[in-house]
Every structure is written in C-alpha cells, then in structure tokens.
C-alpha cells in the first residue's frame, strides 16, 4: 500500500507556487510520492486554457526533473470530455485499490469542492491536502474543512506552511506586460517558456 499525492491543475504555467504546496504535502502528509497532473478541460475553465496540453505538460515535466518524490502522470490530458477529479479518482483507485490517494490544493480550490462533480466521491476515495491562499484566512480554512468533514465524512489536512502568493494568472499577466518571471517558474520552464514564446 502507497501514500500517493495527486497535484492536480491546469498548469498554465507551473509555478514555485504549486512546487512549494506539493513539497509540503508530500512532508506533512507522509507520501510516498507526488503525482503531478495537467487537466486537459477543466470544467470551470474550460476551452480557456492559454497554451496547448503538450505546452503544460512539457513544462511540468521539465520543473520536477530533479526531484524523484514528484511524478508526472498524463492521465487527465488523455480523457476526452470536461475532465473531473471524481472520475480521475474512480480510475487510480480501480488499478490499484490497495494504495491510498491525497488530492492536493489550494485554499481557493478547497473552497470550491462542494460544487465539483460528485464531491461525495471525491471524500470517498481521497483524503484532501490543502495549502494556503492569501485570499482566505486561517479561520476560513478551518470553518471549511469542519463544514466538509460533517457533511461528507470527509477527510481534510491543512497544510503548516507560508503563503506563497504567486498564481499562473499574475505569471500570464507580467510576461504581458514584458516583466521578469524569474523566481516565480522554475529556470527550465522560465527557458521553455522564452524559447516558445508563450503567453507574450
Ligand atoms: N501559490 C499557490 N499557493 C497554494 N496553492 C496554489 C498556489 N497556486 C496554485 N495553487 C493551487 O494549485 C492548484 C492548481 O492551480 P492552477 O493550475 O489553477 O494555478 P493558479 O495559479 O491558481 O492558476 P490561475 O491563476 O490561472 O487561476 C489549485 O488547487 C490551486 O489552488
Ligand atoms: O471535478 C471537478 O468538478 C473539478 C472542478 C474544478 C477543478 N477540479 C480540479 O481541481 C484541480 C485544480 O484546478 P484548477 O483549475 O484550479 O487548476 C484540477 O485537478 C482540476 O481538475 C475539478
């Protein structure tokens, strides 16, 4: 039996952000590993991803290359159709029912859960990693994760750990406004992303 971690999200693109939320998953949660995994059709973004599934996914592989407690999984990017974690859970836990999963998110995910598909799922099969987000206060957290675990049963760890406050969505914005991104990507990805020309 496996602890395994699943840092699901539309990387667009990967950033020390989620890097950081996966290291202190991966710690305070004991895992085995860190499954990293790009969504091909999120359904609260959906055909509103900036650059292509092969992009994400390239740049994801190139920010966990030196770290062999991170994995890259193309499971989501595979799937046609609006991809959802419940699905997502139902398939791992089919190939390998032995092992138990760890979703991984952010405070503004966690907040979110009860209007994915078929959270009851999700609970079922997963325990609920959460990091902070500088929107949400730590008492925030807590009122969440006590409202999720009453009404599904669910199983929640909030995370120990400093708020890093970059998001894909700022990165998008300052490369736009010709600004340096260095610092918040890995260098790989900061050099695929020059060499690509994306998001400009
Ligand atoms: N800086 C961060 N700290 C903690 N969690 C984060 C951070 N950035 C993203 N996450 C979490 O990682 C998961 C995947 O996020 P996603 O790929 O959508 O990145 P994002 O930066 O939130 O993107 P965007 O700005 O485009 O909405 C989500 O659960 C999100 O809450
Ligand atoms: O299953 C759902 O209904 C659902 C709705 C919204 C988001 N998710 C998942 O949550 C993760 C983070 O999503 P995002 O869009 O913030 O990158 C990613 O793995 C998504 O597939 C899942």
Redesign the pocket.
């Known amino acids: 039996m496996k602890k395994i971690g699943i840092?699901?999200?539309?990387?667009?693109p990967i950033?020390n952000?989620?890097l950081?939320?996966a290291e202190h998953a991966y710690e305070q949660a004991g895992l085995d590993y860190v499954l990293f995994m790009p969504t091909m059709n999120p359904p609260h973004k959906a055909g509103i991803t900036v650059v292509s599934g092969e992009h994400r996914l390239n740049m994801v592989r190139l920010a966990l290359k030196d770290n062999p407690n991170f994995r890259l999984s193309d499971l989501e990017l595979n799937r046609p159709g609006l991809t959802y974690t419940s699905d997502t859970l139902e398939v791992l836990k089919n190939r390998e029912p032995d092992n138990d999963y760890y979703f991984i998110?952010?405070?503004?995910?966690l907040m979110m859960i009860p209007q994915w598909k078929d959270p009851q799922t999700i609970f079922n099969l997963s325990t609920i990693v959460a990091?902070?987000?500088i929107q949400f206060s730590m008492e925030q957290l807590k009122e969440q994760a006590e409202y999720l675990e009453k009404t599904y049963k669910g199983k929640i760890i909030l995370l120990d750990m400093p708020?890093?406050?970059?998001?894909?969505?700022?990165i998008?914005k300052r490369i736009k406004e010709g600004k340096s991104i260095r610092y918040y990507v890995p260098g790989e990805v900061l050099t695929y992303i020059n060499d690509h020309n994306l998001y400009s």
Not at 7 to 12: H, P, S
Not at 105 to 109: K, R, V
């Open positions: 840092m699901g999200g539309t990387f667009d950033h952000g989620h950081f939320l998110l952010g405070a503004d995910s990091g902070g987000r708020i890093m406050e970059i998001s894909s969505e700022k998008r």
